[in-house]
């Protein structure tokens, strides 16, 4: 019964605001709108208003859903030092950062379900009831962890809010076991995200020990800065009390990621280019280019030199410290680093194709828009459960002061 | 309007503490809502749309389900293309595995093999699909397909140093895309020939992605295919007209040869230069191939195992 | 060789040559004709080989073997693969040359002669079919 009145509270939280608020909320829903006009356009078409050809059979959508599953992993770079370490400044942020997980998976969700053929034929996927080809499919182990992390941290973060609007304390043991299994989990989701593209022989440009290890390193050093730049703007917004130290510290951990990223991208090319074999034709396409194409050349430097610079901003603690050069840090790191998931990884692992053929591929203009409406989704889930949680969070919003009988 | 209960001096500005009544009716009434789409969405569509959607894997259906199936698509098509269409789905035979086998010092680059496949089996003809395709590339070179050229278009050929592969599904033993699909939507049958169940595929297209020759193709786009264009004698997992957002590819036209004729592509090749047969049995022309000519296997590094041997006849 | 069908050779229509050879002296002289079937170029092994060491100058209607055999233009493969043994058994096997029908059952083969002209083997290039559409501009 209580639950019922946490959620019905909850609908009214989201629904009241101030005026900045529901412009947000307007824009949002009119990415959505657009986003979805995209989407009927494409199944009312087919995919072929995509610019996917069965040259390059995987490319914005997916890479777009590469990028999020990294960045939902992220948010245990908050977890671990909050609780195993017990570093109390990071505690108060771990809850934000689920916030942020749960997004980006539904992001996740929202670019798969565009990009597949068929979405009607989703049920497909669910296990007794469909036919999910496990263990064999790692794509199959893939929907299943991703949507298990959801679950997960549905549960904590729900959990955690009800305990607080109920003015409980929570169980801690269940809490800190789920919690501790997230970490696994969330290691789990992207590992098994990097082994899609690794187990696969055919392309030899994804085939490299090197991918599962460099898509942590990347996940780690960019899924927080989305959680920088929103904590400034909350602390901003609000009155949730967020610690420099709670910031300067992730900043901190972003710059170690970046830099094993980084030694990661040169152990690669180095690889490469000095064996200089047939397979090196990829990176060959990607960083110089190959038979006079060479779209790709120029997204793929300027996300090393995005990568490099955000390195330095946020080792050096002074530049690290200063709220400009840091969130200058934040944006390059995330345009680095999505590049690299995207332009970086996709496209070179299937250009050329298997029978070596060369096609440029670019997004269309139905992908650019679907895009948009799937990113409008995410930050609307993660804008309408922070309504929710900050207030609580905060105290403000609990059973006491939103009993509607009472009032 | 209900009165604010709450006199805290310091609540937020956004006062997401005033409660309503309307917040119940909203509630309730979105349930309904949603309850209703659904009913109305299942009871909009004809019988057949919904048997269709909660039609099984192939691999489950019961024979009579099977019979049901396959009535209600040759209804299907034949209302679609105005003339009798059957739909099989005859079995492996017994003691059979295919094999293939195509003659490099043959091979001219006609692409008559390309479009005998094509009409044989009712691929979309725009967008265009194509399940062969053929790689020119210089004798001196060897074959290096990274220069190979697809698009070779020349008054005659074969030209002057150059030879040609052509590339469709290898039938591997150890198929990639099998192992990758998420819903298994793709398998190997007992004689060997790799199916897909195109009223099962999810159109994740990872099969694509895993496959090292290029031999999926996905269907972007409705495939359009006219009535005179439709070859009527379809097999359920071969050539029977496949819908928008599916994977499709070579299945050695399973509608021939389990009735023991030859492939198209094989029939049509005007200079011999592809064989077909039964690997199990010794005195197929294959299996001579295989004892008496150099054969080889494409990306054999790979370890697909593949059922289609490249071989020199000269 | 049972369960196989073979169409006719090539120019059965002329068949048989004994309504015109059977009345004509046969000249033995290594030459190039000119005054009939002078439209066969001859481009097999021409430097060392003429038309009557195939074809049996005393009865026009039989090919003739190196060995002196007769045989009947519908075998003509024989005498084809007396030179061209490889080829010969691949062929009989099935592997060199086209067959249709079925793989379990009935084929049709095709004579040596059906594919190769043999005064002039060596096969023509032939125009090929359209290349693919290319992905950029398939819409």
Redesign the interface.
């Known amino acids: 019964m209580n639950f019922f009145k946490f959620?019905?509270?909850s609908?009214?939280?989201v629904?009241?605001?101030?005026k900045t608020?529901f412009i947000w909320l307007a824009f949002l829903i009119v990415l959505i709108l657009n986003g979805a006009l995209g989407l009927f356009d494409q199944f009312h078409?087919?995919?072929?208003m995509?610019n996917?050809?069965?040259?390059?059979?995987?490319a914005f959508y997916i890479g777009n859903f590469t990028f999020l599953v990294g960045v939902a992993a992220a948010s245990v770079l908050l977890v671990i030092p909050a609780y195993i370490y017990n570093w109390k400044p990071l505690k108060e942020v771990v809850i934000l950062g689920e916030l942020l997980a749960i997004s980006a998976i539904v992001m996740c969700l929202g670019f798969?379900i565009v990009?597949?053929?068929?979405?009607?034929?989703?049920w497909?996927?669910i296990p007794f009831l469909?036919?999910?080809?496990i263990p064999?499919?790692?794509?199959?182990w893939d929907?299943l962890v991703l949507n298990g992390y959801l679950v997960l941290n549905l549960v904590i973060v729900t959990y955690l809010l009800y305990c607080s609007y109920m003015e409980k304390k929570y169980n801690t043991t269940f809490v800190h076991s789920l919690v501790l299994f997230s970490i696994p989990l969330a290691i789990g989701i992207h590992t098994v995200t990097a082994f899609?593209y690794n187990?696969?022989?055919?392309?030899p440009f994804w085939n490299a020990s090197i991918l599962a290890p460099k898509f942590l390193a990347s996940a780690f050093c960019s899924g927080p800065a989305i959680l920088l730049i929103l904590l400034q703007i909350l602390r901003r917004t609000?009155?949730l009390e967020i610690r420099d130290e709670a910031i300067w510290k992730i900043a901190e951990l972003m710059a170690y990621a970046m830099a094993f990223n980084l030694f990661l991208t040169g152990a690669e090319v180095f690889k490469e280019f000095y064996s200089d074999t047939?397979h090196t034709?990829y990176s060959t396409y990607m960083y110089i280019g190959l038979h006079g194409h060479n779209a790709i050349v120029p997204y793929v430097w300027a996300s090393i030199l995005f990568s490099v610079i955000a390195l330095i901003l946020f080792l050096i603690p002074s530049t690290r410290r200063n709220p400009v050069t840091m969130n200058i840090g934040c944006v390059l790191i995330y345009a680095g680093v999505y590049i690299e998931k995207g332009i970086g990884l996709v496209i070179p692992?299937?250009t050329?194709?298997?029978?070596?053929?060369i096609?440029?591929y670019f997004p269309s203009p139905t992908e650019i828009r679907i895009a948009e409406g799937i990113f409008g989704l995410g930050f609307l889930t993660f804008t309408l459960m922070l309504?929710v949680a900050v207030?609580i969070a905060?105290g403000?919003?609990n059973i006491r002061?939103?009993?509607?009988e009472?009032? | 309007m209900k009165k604010n209960k709450c006199t805290n001096n310091d609540r937020p500005k956004d006062d997401c503490l005033k409660k309503e009544s309307r917040t119940i009716s909203r509630r309730s009434f979105l349930k309904t809502m949603a309850g209703a789409a659904g009913a109305c969405f299942l009871a909009s569509c004809d019988s057949d749309t919904r048997e269709a959607f909660f039609q099984r894997h192939f691999r489950e259906l019961g024979r009579p389900e099977l019979t049901g199936v396959l009535e209600r698509l040759e209804r299907q098509y034949s209302e679609q293309f105005g003339k009798t269409v059957s739909v099989t789905a005859d079995p492996s035979m017994e003691d059979v595995l295919f094999g293939y086998g195509l003659d490099l010092s043959r091979c001219v680059g006609c692409r008559r093999c390309v479009y005998a496949c094509v009409e044989e089996n009712n691929c979309s003809r725009d967008p265009q699909v194509h399940l062969i395709r053929v790689l020119e590339m210089e004798k001196d070179r060897g074959i290096d397909i990274f220069d190979a050229n697809h698009y070779y278009n020349p008054e005659e050929v074969p030209r002057e140093g150059h030879f040609y592969m052509p590339v469709s599904c290898q039938m591997c033993r150890n198929p990639q895309c099998v192992t990758v699909c998420p819903v298994g939507a793709t398998w190997t049958e007992p004689d060997g020939i790799v199916v897909v169940d195109y009223d099962w595929c999810i159109g994740c297209r990872c099969c694509m992605s895993a496959c090292p020759y290029g031999a999926r193709h996905f269907n972007w786009a409705k495939p359009s295919l006219t009535p005179e264009e439709l070859n009527p004698e379809t097999h359920y997992l071969g050539n029977r007209p496949r819908p928008a957002g599916v994977v499709e590819k070579c299945t050695f036209c399973i509608q021939r040869v389990r009735k023991g004729l030859y492939p198209a592509c094989v029939e049509i090749c005007p200079v011999g230069a592809r064989k077909f047969g039964n690997l199990l049995d010794p005195k197929s022309e294959i299996r001579y191939i295989m004892e008496n000519k150099r054969v080889f296997i494409f990306k054999e590094e790979i370890n697909t195992q593949p059922k289609f041997y490249y071989f020199y006849g000269t | 060789m049972t369960g196989v069908q073979v169409p006719p050779p090539p120019l059965s229509d002329l068949f048989p040559c004994s309504q015109c050879h059977e009345d004509l002296e046969s000249n033995l002289e290594h030459r190039v004709l000119t005054e009939m079937h002078d439209d066969i170029t001859l481009q097999h092994d021409e430097e060392n080989r003429w038309c009557l060491d195939c074809h049996n100058p005393d009865d026009r209607d039989r090919l003739r073997m190196a060995s002196g055999k007769l045989i009947e233009f519908s075998e003509s493969y024989r005498l084809c693969g007396q030179c061209h043994g490889p080829k010969y058994r691949d062929w009989k096997a099935g592997v060199h040359g086209k067959r249709s029908g079925n793989w379990n059952g009935e084929k049709q083969y095709l004579l040596c002669v059906h594919c190769h002209d043999p005064h002039s083997p060596r096969f023509k290039p032939i125009e090929p079919m359209p290349p693919p559409i290319r992905p950029e501009n398939l819409r």
């Open positions: 959620v019905k509270a609908l009214y939280c629904t009241h605001g101030s608020y078409n087919g995919l072929i995509t996917m050809r069965d040259q390059v059979s995987w798969v990009d597949i053929g068929h979405p009607e034929r989703f497909h996927l469909g036919n999910m080809n064999q499919s790692v794509l199959a929907v899609v187990g696969l022989p055919a392309r609000t009155r047939h034709v692992g299937m050329p194709d298997t029978l070596g053929e096609y440029e309504k207030p905060l403000e919003f002061q939103s009993r509607p009472t009032v």
